[in-house]
């Protein structure tokens, strides 16, 4: 089975610093995507950004940016020039390609960015 | 663009009743998938259907049931709700069932009192 770690429940940071979110996962397959989701107090799921596990190439998306380790089985998102409206729930997920293609979802990490 | 529907967004049932919460996925995906996030914790994966056929089930309580009919569109049937089942329930749709991003509706928030 496979799981997803986040092990910082919570951190916060300045508007415009960078932050860096770890999450860890463990699996058997070779074939996979991670993704980032964003869950602000709205509740909305909100897709931050993907990588799929056959490229080596990190995956960016405008200030958010992914450091993909895959021997080390790590995903940590990077955001730079922190915004207000960063402030969210932010979970890690993972789901195989070609079986189950549910998401396994991390525990989360609240983030919040202070003015 | 279009998002994923869902309706109601907010629904109070009392114990032992029975709900219907209803998905609509983007136009042209075909899978869908439901999951539920109680207060605090991630989403759960419940059950996901490719082209009307149930394609894979997750931690789905016997009372609840769920399918997809031929317009996509997919509705979670719960009965004899306990207060348990109190949480935001999510439905999710993808182009294709072969790991392609899922995109999130803004969930049906359900109270069981």
């Known amino acids: 089975a496979q799981t997803v770690t986040q092990s910082q429940p919570e951190m916060s940071v300045q508007e415009a610093e960078t932050v860096t979110l770890s999450c860890t996962y463990d699996?058997?397959?070779?074939?996979?995507?991670l993704f980032w989701y964003k869950q602000p107090p709205s509740r909305q799921m909100i897709l931050v950004i993907r990588?799929?596990?056959?490229?080596?190439q990190n995956a960016t998306e405008n200030r958010f940016s992914v450091n993909f380790q895959k021997a080390a089985k790590s995903f940590s998102l990077k955001i730079s020039d922190s915004q207000l409206g960063d402030t969210a729930m932010y979970f890690c997920?993972?789901?195989?390609?070609?079986?189950?293609?549910?998401?396994?979802f991390g525990k989360g990490m609240k983030l919040t960015v202070n003015p | 663009a279009a998002g994923v529907i869902q309706s109601p967004r907010h629904l109070i049932k009392e114990k032992r009743e029975t709900a219907t919460l209803k998905c609509y996925p983007i136009?042209?995906?075909?899978?869908v998938y439901w999951y539920q996030q109680g207060p605090g914790q991630d989403p759960q994966f419940l059950i996901s259907?490719?082209?009307?056929?149930?394609?894979d089930k997750g931690s789905i309580p016997d009372r609840f049931s769920a399918q997809q009919f031929s317009d996509y569109h997919s509705e979670l049937n719960m009965s004899s709700l306990e207060l348990g089942d109190s949480a935001l329930y999510f439905c999710?749709?993808?182009?294709?069932?072969?790991?392609?991003?899922?995109?999130f509706g803004p969930g049906t928030r359900l109270t069981v009192l």
């Open positions: 999710a749709s993808t182009e294709d069932r072969v790991a392609d991003t899922q995109y």
């Open positions: 699996t058997s397959e070779n074939n996979y995507y």
């Open positions: 990588q799929e596990a056959y490229k080596q």
């Open positions: 997920a993972f789901c195989t390609q070609g079986g189950s293609e549910k998401l396994v």
């Open positions: 136009p042209r995906h075909d899978t």
């Open positions: 259907f490719y082209e009307k056929m149930q394609s």
